[in-house]
């Protein structure tokens, strides 16, 4: 059987828990913000039956929350409902998930709203469960109870990516989905959500070839569509090859779509073969679109089409500029190295999604000691476009730390004045911390850390939901 997993040791605390508890008031070490009122959420795939030949990706979501007021820190977790996680618990199980025939080829009684397991955000009153092959799950706060997949009063179909954009200048979501309606084809969807929750537009259209789109890039006036050679094929996947596979002879495509046009009108362009799973900001300027991305040279995680590694090693990603210049009548993209250091989940200032941008944070590789394997998310990094200045803080071995998400300490802050906050995996305790960081002094220590007497699992993405602003679910 064709085993798509990677060849080198996985990160630590990859293991699920199997358990939902809450905890607090948490013991804290420093000062908890006083600005800082609401709860972070931060999802991740957590399988109710491990399997140790399923796919990480493939895990049921558990949401992950830190609610912080009056001085206080206080912990809930829970699996999202999906039918997933049901059939599950009930000792069945669904066929779907990464690296397996679809579920549209199983019996169609079978009903599948995924896994719900890589980010979660808020929009237009609810909060939403996301992954990229279905509907967005909605969920409530502080109880995180599972309301259930919803299409928006019929108006969406299809997949939904987990990486939606909100406009900071309108409050509208702007998402996407690939391989819909079709599962492993080319077609893909565009759609538009105002600030209400209101449907407002939807478009499909078909990408060069099928691949895993997992991010997008939206400036002030454009939409990108990333076409990387991660193919995607119902062919394979009938055989019992792996569905998705990298083929860089496809190279990579990106579509450039003006918002006030239509799908009608993307223009492709073309480039080197890579991979990219995560975009810092895109924006524009001087006639170009711009878009600072977390570049790998390969797909990590995923095979060649027969099923045998890419390569012996992972590989290594690092944040590079993609520039495509408008005039340019030959339509391709340049892309220009950024830094270093490697590293993997990058975020902004979201006041500033889409536009021109000075701050941006991301995690960073770290050494264990001579001999040793890096850590893959040893540190966390703070990027001043500005300056030749970056601002590191580095974990000690073995800990481990997730991506940082950034909340400004008042609305009308000027860009990058706030926090910074994440989960750290605690090696010597295997117990996990909430750290807060002054977001543009890292390297001077957390502010606060939050103790729980267990740990929080790797995980994928998270977001804060202010006091005030916190939706009880609709």
Known sequence: MNDARPRSAPPPNMAPIDFETEAGPLPLQGTLPAGLRGTLVRNGPNPVVPDPKEHWFSGDGMLHAFSLADGEVHYRNRWVRTARWQAAAEGQGLAGGFQKAPLSEAPKQQHDDGSANTNVIGHAGRVLALEEAHLPVAMTLPALATLGATDFDGGLHGSFTAHPKTDPKTGELLFFGYGTPVPLSNGMSFGVMSPQGRITRFERFEAPYASMVHDFMVTDRHVMFPIMPLTASMERAKSGRPPYA??????????????????????????????????????????????????????????????????DAPPISRLVRWQFDLSSPVHEFTQTPLEDLPGEFPRIDERFAGLPYRHGWYVCRGTSGPGEAPRLYAGLVHIDHTTAKRDIFMFPAPDVVSEGVFVPRAPDAEEGDGWLLATVWRGATDTSDLVIFDARTLAAGPLCVASLPHRVPVGFHGNWFAQGQQQAGA
């Open 246 to 311: 990298w083929e860089p002879e496809y190279g990579t495509r990106v579509g450039l779509m003006p918002r006030d046009g239509s799908t009608a009108d993307i223009v492709w362009w073309r480039g080197p073969a890579c991979y990219v799973f995560h975009v810092m900001n895109a924006w524009e300027a001087d006639g170009s679109l711009f878009a600072d991305v977390i570049q790998f040279p390969t797909a990590p995680l995923f095979p060649k089409p027969d099923g045998s590694p890419v390569s």
